[in-house]
């Protein structure tokens, strides 16, 4: 096979995308390191958000030039309330920066904003700017932009279940006919299909509360480079990776 090298970050990405093979239709991202970015540059850890709300616009951008159909983007988990105050006062203030500065040209490049989590305890302006922006791109049919905001994957689980359970005593059926499909309905990315790869960036090898139910068979991809550092290349890097992967789902 034809294999091309070309510069990016300081390193050799080797091989290139394959026309012949498919890319990843839903990609999830933890979005990590923004903390230790700032520290080696010792600056403050909100920085570190800053610079990495820039890759968000980058990457989208990108994301949607390659026809990526979602991007799920984890912002702020349920634990993450347990960060000092003015931390996470920064982080609940730069949706509404982000979205400001931003919405016009996701309009203009055709990407739909979605948000998923507990709306109930986010501060009004997070929460207004959100609703603003999924009002203003609903009618956008390209790239699904969608934010795991104040998002907790075991808190998910429980509530959809519930609801599961409900519905089938409603129909006068019993739980023994509970299915797979009927907790999907309630999940909270119900209708975005499950991610076909996660990336996780900064080095650490664990989920964090994220899509549990949604990556039981998605492919998994680590970097050590922290987010506000992540690049295009090191997006194609994933992409080509995937390309690679032989997805079995237990089968032969
Ligand atoms: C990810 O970066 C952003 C959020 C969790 C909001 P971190 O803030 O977790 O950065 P590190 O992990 O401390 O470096
Ligand atoms: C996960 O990162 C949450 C987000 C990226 C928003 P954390 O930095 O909060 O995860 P832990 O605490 O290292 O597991
Ligand atoms: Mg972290």
């Known amino acids: 096979m034809f294999k091309k090298l070309f510069r990016q970050n300081e390193n050799f990405i080797d091989g ?71 931390e996470v006062d920064y982080l609940m203030k730069l949706p509404v920066e982000f979205f400001d500065t931003f919405v016009p040209e996701l309009v203009e490049q055709n990407v739909r904003i979605n948000v998923m989590g507990y709306r109930d305890n986010l501060p009004l302006h997070t929460l207004r700017a959100v609703e603003n922006a999924i009002e203003r791109t609903k009618h956008c049919t390209g790239l699904v932009l969608n934010f795991a905001l104040n998002y907790g994957s075991r808190a998910e689980i429980i509530s959809a279940a519930k609801e599961a359970v409900r519905e089938l005593e409603k129909a006068g059926k019993s739980a023994e006919e509970l299915r797979e499909s009927d907790i ?44 506000p550092d992540f690049t295009e290349g090191n997006f194609l890097e994933a992409m080509i990776d995937f390309q690679n992967r032989s997805r079995r789902y237990g089968g032969l």
């Open 184 to 227: 999907e309905k309630y999940l909270m990315s119900s209708g975005l299909g499950d991610p076909d790869l996660l990336i996780r960036t900064s080095g650490e090898l664990r989920l964090s509360n994220f899509m549990l139910w949604q990556l039981a068979y998605s492919e998994f991809y680590f970097t050590d480079v922290h987010w």
């Open 16 to 86: 290139e995308l394959s026309p012949e093979l498919p890319l990843p239709k839903h990609v999830a991202i933890i979005m990590d390191g923004n903390g230790r970015w700032a520290k080696k540059r010792l600056l403050p850890r909100i920085a570190g958000h800053k610079e990495g709300m820039n890759v968000v616009k980058k990457i989208t951008r990108y994301a949607n030039s390659l026809g990526i159909e979602v991007l799920t983007l984890y912002a702020f988990s349920t634990e993450n309330w347990k960060r000092p105050t003015d």
